[in-house]
């Protein structure tokens, strides 16, 4: 099956949609199929990648195009002949996010070469996601986007809860649930707290620590993680609170100063971008993962956690959330710093309690998210598309 995905940029600091798409590449290539990635930046795509011929099997092969000329991230005529080649004689293109213009050229020539697309909305017409700019996007919709949605073989999305969110803005359309592929070779054998202790100087703290570990971004709610830790110190329950990952420095800064001003400056350390065996140390290091965001559409560092026996403390803002709960390894609750501090609280003074959700959380993970079987039904939904006139 030869297999072609677009992408904008191959940036890892900009998150869950590039891991996404990486580990959704490198999962097909390796069960023997031809994946085609198209991009115009790929700075942090795999060096192999780069260097693969055309044809390759079991390989990903990078096509790079120039950057778009035009306004809106459109690419001009002439800039767009590689991809035309690489969708030629596709089985499927498989697009990315539902506000990148440049898809709508991608679907034109896919269409024009008889091939079907696939779109991930990636949690990005959820109802939180929607409620930011909606005039614009609900415009962006109304002109171009729904026609493009529900063109699709099949709107992809990633767990039930988005699909309940979303459909109203493709009614037209064909939604299909298929869970995220998340690559679990870094999580097989676990390399234990050294790593991250090493690197990390309040990693090595004795006291109970608790985790927050994501892109800095207002969405993902740190700040009341933050003001939770005030509240467990103030009610006599110490700990160390880690930080992990990059974002606006605005924001960033924000977070410091709500740190210095709660008085958490000996407790609290900011570690920035950390991938890598680094990252799955520091997640057994943790004594509780905590992300209280407002919206996440799989949410990877949930299950990253869980697979690191660390319980995970998070809201309904991720959509996977009944399947977290599921797995008896999660706590879910409001985004308020009341709310997170007594759950946070609650796993701290029970250690039994936190062993056993992370036994259950990673035993979940290794079973519900096996790539093997994702990948089958990713298969699936590929051959399904090729039977659909868009």
Same mark, same amino acid.
């Given at each position: 099956?030869?297999?072609?995905?677009?992408?904008?940029?191959?940036r890892?600091?900009?998150g869950?949609?590039?891991?996404?798409?990486l580990?959704?590449?490198?999962?097909?290539?390796?069960?023997?199929?031809?994946?085609?990635? !198209?991009?115009?930046?790929?700075?942090?795509?795999?060096?192999?990648?780069?260097?693969?011929p055309?044809?390759a099997?079991?390989?990903? #092969?990078?096509?790079?195009?120039?950057?778009?000329?035009?306004p809106?991230?459109?690419?001009?005529?002439?800039?767009?002949?590689p991809?035309r080649?690489?969708i030629?004689?596709?089985?499927?293109?498989?697009?990315?996010?539902?506000?990148?213009a440049?898809?709508?050229?991608?679907?034109?020539?896919?269409?024009a070469?008889?091939v079907?697309?696939?779109?991930? !909305?990636?949690?990005?017409?959820?109802?939180?996601s929607m409620?930011?700019?909606?005039?614009?996007?609900r415009?962006y919709?109304?002109l171009?986007?729904?026609?493009?949605?529900e063109?699709?073989?099949y709107?992809?999305c990633?767990?039930q809860?988005e699909? %309940?969110?979303?459909?109203?803005?493709? =009614?037209?359309?064909?939604?299909?649930?298929?869970p995220l592929?998340?690559?679990?070779?870094?999580?097989?054998?676990?390399?234990?707290p050294g =790593?991250a202790?090493r690197?990390?100087?309040?990693a090595? %703290?004795?006291?109970?620590?608790?985790l927050?570990l994501?892109?800095?971004h207002?969405?993902?709610?740190?700040?009341?993680? !933050?003001d939770?830790?005030?509240l467990?110190r103030?009610e006599?329950?110490d700990?160390?609170?880690?930080i992990?990952?990059?974002?606006e420095?605005?924001y %960033?800064t924000?977070?410091?100063?709500?740190?210095?001003?709660?008085?958490?400056?000996?407790?609290?350390?900011f570690?920035?971008?950390v991938v890598?065996?680094?990252?799955?140390?520091?997640?057994?290091?943790?004594?509780?993962?905590?992300?209280p965001?407002?919206?996440?559409?799989f949410?990877?560092?949930?299950?990253e956690?869980? @697979?690191?026996?660390? =319980?995970?403390v998070t809201?309904?803002?991720?959509? !996977?959330?009944?399947?977290?709960?599921?797995s008896?390894?999660a706590?879910i609750?409001?985004?308020?710093?009341? @709310?997170?501090a007594?759950?946070v609280?609650s796993?701290?003074?029970?250690?039994?309690r #936190? #062993?056993?959700?992370?036994?259950?959380? #990673?035993?979940?993970?290794?079973?519900?998210l096996?790539?093997?079987r994702?990948?089958?039904?990713?298969?699936?939904?590929y051959?399904?598309?090729?039977?659909?006139?868009?």
């Open positions: 099956m030869k297999v072609v995905h677009t992408l904008t940029r191959i890892l600091e900009e869950g949609v590039v891991r996404a798409v580990d959704l590449c490198a999962s097909f290539a390796q069960a023997g199929h031809e994946v085609v990635l !198209i991009v115009h930046d790929d700075t942090d795509a795999p060096p192999e990648w780069k260097s693969a055309p044809g099997q079991g390989a990903v #092969r990078i096509v790079r195009l120039d950057a778009p000329s035009r809106m991230g459109l690419y001009a005529p002439a800039q767009l002949a991809a080649e690489a030629a004689g596709a089985d499927v293109l498989h697009l990315h996010t539902p506000w990148e440049s898809n709508l050229q991608f679907a034109r020539l896919a269409r070469e008889g079907p697309y696939v779109l991930t !909305i990636h949690g990005m017409l959820d109802d939180w409620s930011q700019r909606g005039p614009k996007k415009a919709l109304a171009v986007g729904r026609r493009l949605l063109r699709a073989a709107v992809h990633t767990a809860a699909m %309940d969110q979303s459909k109203k803005w493709y =009614p037209k359309g064909r939604g299909r649930v298929v592929i998340f690559d679990l070779s870094l999580f097989r054998d676990l390399p234990g =790593p202790q690197a990390f100087p309040l090595r %703290d004795e006291r109970p620590k608790a927050f994501s892109r800095l207002e969405k993902k709610g740190a700040e009341h993680l !933050i939770a830790v005030a467990l103030k006599g329950t700990c160390v609170l880690l992990a990952g990059t974002g420095p605005t %960033d924000s977070l410091r100063t709500r740190v210095e001003q709660a008085g958490l400056t000996g407790c609290t350390a570690l920035g971008l890598g065996e680094e990252k799955v140390s520091l997640f057994e290091c943790a004594d509780v993962f905590v992300l965001t407002s919206q996440e559409n949410g990877f560092v949930a299950p956690a869980m @697979a690191c026996r660390t =319980p995970v809201t309904r803002g991720v959509d !996977i959330w009944p399947e977290l709960v599921e008896g390894g706590l609750v409001e985004p308020t710093a009341r @709310a997170i007594d759950a609280a796993l701290l003074r029970d250690d039994e #936190r #062993r056993t959700m992370g036994e259950k959380a #990673r035993a979940w993970v290794l079973d519900h096996d790539a093997g994702i990948l089958r039904e990713y298969e699936r939904m051959a399904d598309a090729k039977g659909v006139v868009s």
